[in-house]
């Protein structure tokens, strides 16, 4: 496809604008897919600002994809035209190596091609270009099925915050009863809390933002707790058995391992950009751990769409047309988005 609409960053100090780019015409195994709705994940503000480094401008974000199929090639066999679809955060993998074995493709040991701002698996002077454009033009096995029966802009998160808070509640086998904190109310946050306590957790929101309060019980939250109150985290000391850490900028993690209880758990989901020291001691007096986590591979994606078809569970959206873009990264660098922006596509496709 040539000329295919979409937004791009051309350097890190910015901002987004108008760019057109060449997808390559489907291949045997390939789906084109018209882009309906792409949200905006903190990830993609880190990639086009260069904060963690290693971006390839011009850089296309957007890894929060839902839209219809509009081409098949003649192998695939899951999709046809007018089908309802998605496309998360990677668009290949080996396929041989012991994790893409393992269904977990997003650690793929030569390395998943990621949705964008990757070498192109089909020639490495490429890198691929994401969401924040009309079409693009994905292989088969890591296009997901996506039911009618939700709102498909509000589903559109869950290709990225939903997988990302779903995949270590079911990897540290979060349960009923489990007491779970959930540090940083932003998009990630706001589906840990909802994924967390739909599975019976009882959930305690971590936030620097007391105005969020009563968002966090209507989400799910049991307990709502001030970061920034010394008192509220001495009284919170040893509390929970799961801490899911979303906070996207450098923070002091031993302030939250002090919150573990024997043998508790912190899994790191935010990537902030500059590194942060953990004390030994926070972890080896209790015995607590502290991990990371990485979406999600494609059939555990699956599985949480369908999990979310069945319990009703979307993503909190403000919808914003592609003129906004920029204003919603300020607005999200701001943690002032309730609770996940996504682009309405159509705004593109209109654009003269
Ligand atoms: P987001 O919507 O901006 O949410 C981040 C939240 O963290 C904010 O709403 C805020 O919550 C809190 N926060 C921000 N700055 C803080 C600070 N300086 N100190 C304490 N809390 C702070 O971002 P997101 O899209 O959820 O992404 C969060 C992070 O996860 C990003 O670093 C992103 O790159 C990363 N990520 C990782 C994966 C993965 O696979 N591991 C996948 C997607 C994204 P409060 O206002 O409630 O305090
Ligand atoms: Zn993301």
Redesign the pocket.
């Known amino acids: 496809m040539k000329n295919v609409k979409a937004y791009a960053a051309h350097a890190a100090e910015k901002d987004l604008e108008p760019f057109t780019i060449d997808r390559h015409e489907p291949g045997p195994e390939d789906v084109e897919i018209e882009i309906l709705y792409c949200g905006i ?3 993609d503000i ?1 990639t086009a600002r260069n904060e963690w480094g290693g971006t390839k401008y011009p850089v296309v974000p957007g890894h929060e994809i839902v839209g219809k199929v509009t081409r098949v090639g003649n192998k695939v066999q899951k999709y046809k035209e007018g089908d309802t679809v998605g496309v998360g ?1 990677f668009v290949d993998s080996c396929g041989n190596c012991e994790s893409c074995e393992a269904h977990q493709e997003q650690y793929c040991l030569n390395g998943p091609t990621a949705t964008y701002n990757s070498p192109s698996p089909l020639d490495k002077e490429i890198t691929t270009f994401g969401g924040y454009s009309t079409h693009i033009v994905v292989k088969e096995d890591f296009v997901l099925k996506i039911s009618d029966k939700l709102p498909l802009n509000a589903v559109a998160p869950l290709l ?2 939903g997988i ?1 808070t779903y995949s270590p509640l079911k990897n540290w086998n979060v349960k009923k009863g489990d007491k779970v904190g959930v ?7 706001h589906m840990a809390v909802k994924l967390a306590s739909s599975m019976g957790a009882e959930v305690t ?1 971590l ?3 007391p105005e ?1 309060e009563k968002d966090a019980n209507e989400l799910g939250a049991a307990h709502f707790e001030l ?1 920034t109150s010394e008192e509220n985290m001495k009284k919170l000391a040893g509390s929970f058995n799961f801490i899911i850490n ?6 002091d993690y031993n302030q939250y391992l002090s919150l573990l209880k024997t043998n508790g758990v912190m899994v790191l ?4 950009p500059k590194p942060s020291e953990v004390q030994a001691g926070q972890l080896i007096l209790k015995r607590r751990s502290l991990v ?4 999600g591979g494609i059939k555990e994606t699956q599985e949480m769409l369908d999990y979310c078809a069945e319990k009703g569970i979307v993503s909190e959206v403000e919808m914003i047309n592609i003129d906004q873009i920029n204003e919603a990264y300020e607005r ?2 701001n ?1 002032d ?1 309730r ?2 922006f996504v682009i309405d596509m159509k705004s593109l496709k209109n654009q003269n």
């Open positions: 994940c903190h990830s880190h955060c990225c915050a990302t540090v940083g109310l932003g998009g990630l946050g929101m936030s620097r933002s969020k970061t979303t906070v996207s900028a450098q923070h989901l935010g990537v902030p990371g986590s990485l979406v999200t660098l943690s988005v609770y996940r």
